[in-house]
């Protein structure tokens, strides 16, 4: 199993451009999240999707989108970048309902916008 | 407003040292409490994870203790090693929202040969 991944791994943008960050998990899990990763302020939930079908804002979610494309892949978009936005991005997953919700990371995707 | 909180945020300790890092959450209505390993330019990966029903959970080296009632857990490292050096996250999951997990700032532990 490869558990997690993200693509890109790094990613440089200028102001205003869009991209989307995207995220696989081939272990069945039926919720997936989007954080972010900031010196000084931690983890920070940007979105997430209980299920397929379904998403929810988080804590931070101003400036971005996301689709739950199908129940492993879940991407993460920027419209319009922002420096604000320069950040290290990590995608999670886990199965809700099982008695054991470990949440499992994917490597992050390290966005710098310019 | 469920808040986690680590201390010490920073920690450097001499090889073989037993040694305990600490977490506090304001909100005791957890589903579970997680504690990662985050080692630099790298993803975070699951050590324990401890159910709000628990007491503790214990992983070769490692033992996680929860005290719901205080908002307060422990990763206590045993015999520590050079190999131990990496930031130490603590995460409470709110089951009834999403399942989201609320992350404390962390812990750098530098474990010196």
């Known amino acids: 199993n490869a558990g997690v991944t993200q693509t890109p791994k790094f990613q440089v943008l200028k102001t205003g451009q869009s991209m989307t960050l995207q995220c696989a998990q081939d272990m069945n899990h039926n919720s997936m999240y989007w954080y972010r990763q900031d010196p000084g302020m931690g983890l920070r939930l940007i979105y997430y999707s209980a299920s397929e079908g379904t998403t929810d804002k988080g804590e931070v979610p101003n400036g971005y989108n996301v689709s739950r494309l199908n129940k492993r892949e879940f991407s993460l978009r920027l419209e319009s970048a922002a420096p604000s936005q320069t950040s290290v991005y990590f995608c999670?997953?886990?199965?809700?309902?099982?008695?054991?919700?470990?949440?499992?990371f994917g490597p992050g995707t390290r966005l710098l916008v310019l | 407003k469920q808040e986690v909180t680590q201390i010490p945020a920073a920690l450097s300790v001499p090889e073989g040292e037993n040694l305990v890092l600490n977490c506090s959450f304001t909100?005791?209505?957890?589903?579970?409490l997680q504690w990662f390993r985050q080692d630099p330019g790298k993803g975070l990966t699951s050590l324990l994870l401890?159910?709000?029903?628990?007491r503790e959970q214990t992983s070769g080296r490692l033992n996680a203790s929860l005290d719901k009632s205080s908002g307060r857990s422990t990763l206590y490292i045993a015999a520590s090693q050079p190999g131990d050096s990496a930031t130490y996250l603590c995460a409470v999951l709110i089951y009834n929202q999403g399942g989201k997990l609320i992350f404390g700032q962390g812990t750098e532990l530098s474990v010196k040969p």
């Open positions: 401890i159910q709000s029903s628990q």
């Open positions: 999670a997953s886990t199965s809700l309902g099982t008695g054991r919700e470990t949440q499992y």
């Open positions: 909100d005791s209505a957890i589903y579970n």
